[in-house]
T-cell receptor
């Protein structure tokens, strides 16, 4: 079955430190991959997406993600986090020709001073 | 302003009392979808619609109905709500095709007593 796994439920990072959020997918073929962010009390906002081509994808708010086919991973990174990055982050995937968007269970990011 | 709106934002109701959560988008999107968000489970798709009069079940459709009579509206209907439908609900829309960004509404927090 198609699935998206985010192994980290909660991550705490110091402000200014680097960040990596993990995402693994299980699909028959490489799906379309997305990272969304949900700030407290808000809906979801797209950070970035990957379809094909360059495996390092740049997004908004200084985020980037790297697609690794060999590891079925699409990890999200940011070189230096800001207090405003505290939120919940969701990885999602959608198969080509399949209209269902499957989400991971999310990673809650806490930023400490 | 391009947006997805949902109403109501908050709703407390009792078991068995029919309710409708409205969703409207002003971007002329073909695709619309409903999700529920529960702690530890991420977002799970309830129903989606590829276009007017075209709807299909997502991963957790039991206890819900939808309709798509107009392109802009996609109401979610709970004919006989039960406490296990207490959740945070999101409506989303996008252009057709699996690779397109989904735009999310602000969410509806539903409590069924």
């Amino acid at each position: 079955a198609q699935s998206v796994t985010q192994p980290d439920i909660h991550i705490t990072v110091s402000e200014g430190a680097s960040l990596e959020l993990r995402c693994n997918y299980s699909y028959g073929a490489t799906p379309y991959l997305f990272w969304y962010v949900q700030s407290p009390g808000q809906g979801l906002q797209l950070l970035l997406k990957y379809f094909s081509g360059d495996t390092l994808v740049q997004g908004i708010k200084g985020f980037e993600a790297e697609f690794k086919r060999s590891q079925s991973s699409f990890n999200l990174r940011k070189p230096s986090v800001h207090w405003s990055d505290a939120a919940e982050y969701f990885c999602a995937a959608r198969g080509f020709g399949n209209e269902k968007l499957t989400f991971g269970t999310g990673t809650r990011l806490t930023i400490i001073p | 302003e391009a947006q997805v709106t949902q109403n109501p934002r908050y709703l407390i109701t009792v078991t068995g009392k029919k309710l409708t959560v409205t969703c409207s988008q002003n971007m002329n999107h073909e695709y619309m979808s409903w999700y529920r968000q529960d702690p530890g489970l991420g977002l799970r798709q309830i129903y989606y619609s590829m276009n007017v009069e075209v709807t299909d079940k997502g991963d957790v459709p039991e206890g819900y109905k939808v309709s798509r009579k107009e392109k802009r509206n996609f109401p979610l209907i709970l004919e006989s709500p039960s406490p296990n439908q207490t959740s945070l609900y999101f409506c989303a829309s996008s252009w057709g095709g699996p690779g397109n960004e989904q735009f999310f509404g602000p969410g509806t927090r539903l409590t069924v007593l």
